[in-house]
């Protein structure tokens, strides 16, 4: 395949197959040892350890040994904790913000680290891209912002506030309760989880098209085609790097809307 | 490696792309607003960023249905 197993050492499968044009059966998961019976052992779960790691040593490192006059790197922690604690739970879930900090910086962090994988030299691969990893994210979240609601207000008395919306005329309640129901509870989790899932497999199919692409035209024997390859290879650069501005605003976004689907099921009546 | 420039595909696709339009527009009108709300009166800037991030959530997911539907429907 040439140049294409350096530049996607992820990529690569059996010898031979052909990897054009990428598509839905280019994130197939890949087991870390083939053959010896362990296929759930792959590489995206790899990857998923991997950056709770770094993850949980980056922030243990960087919150050791703190100063009254802080250091560089005690500098540059505070700042990203300041972005997640002011700039999220501050806005958007007032006084009672600091409870929930740690979920939202967590789960920030660990999903900025996840797509950062997509550019990543030795993983070249966006783990959030399958599914199931942003399903059991947004299942966390659910699972938050309904806990938090049913153990304030009650099961019966959240089920008022999350269907029923004050100020609707009881005429109306035969078709406002089914449909707030189904937007709060149910559609809520799931475009959470597709909206981070999509924006990270379209990204990954395009740098493939490109990459890829790129380098199956500099195979061929016409100039035109090998000078097509050149400037589709040189375009892969703006490429990863608008992937990388996408992974940070899908993970902002994600810890976003967690932060106001917690603060919508706090939320008193009035 | 003749097949290389060959066009194929579901129209599925093109369909997808149509209906990005919608949440497209949508998704600009919200923020629009927010960045004329923030300019007439800065320090309403959290309310309205609350309230945006809900909004744009809610358009969004037309858009989220689209591509779900695109690879879904054969």
Known sequence: MGLLGLIIPMEGGEEGASHWPPGVDSFDPKPLFPGAGMDWLNTYLVQAVVAAIVVIGMWLWVARGQKVVPTYKQWLGEQLYNLIRNGIGRDALGPHYRKYTPYLLALFSFIVVNNLWGQFFLFMFPTISRVGYAYGLALLSWLLYNGVGIRKHGFGGYLKLMTMPKGVPPVLYLLIIPLEFVSNIIVRPITLALRLFANLFAGHLVVLVFVVGGSMLLEQSSYIYKAAGVASLVMSYPIFALEIFIGIIQAYIFTVLTAQYVAASLADEH | ?74
């Open chain 2, 1 to 74: 490696m003749s097949s290389l420039l060959e066009i194929s595909g579901s129209l599925n696709m093109v369909g997808y792309g149509l209906a990005t339009i919608g949440p497209g527009i949508g998704v600009a009108m919200v923020f629009a607003a927010v960045i004329n709300g923030t300019a007439r009166q800065p320090e309403a800037r959290g309310a309205l960023m609350s309230t945006a991030w809900i909004g744009f959530a809610v358009v969004e997911a037309l858009a989220i249905i689209g591509i779900a539907l695109a690879f879904a429907i054969q």
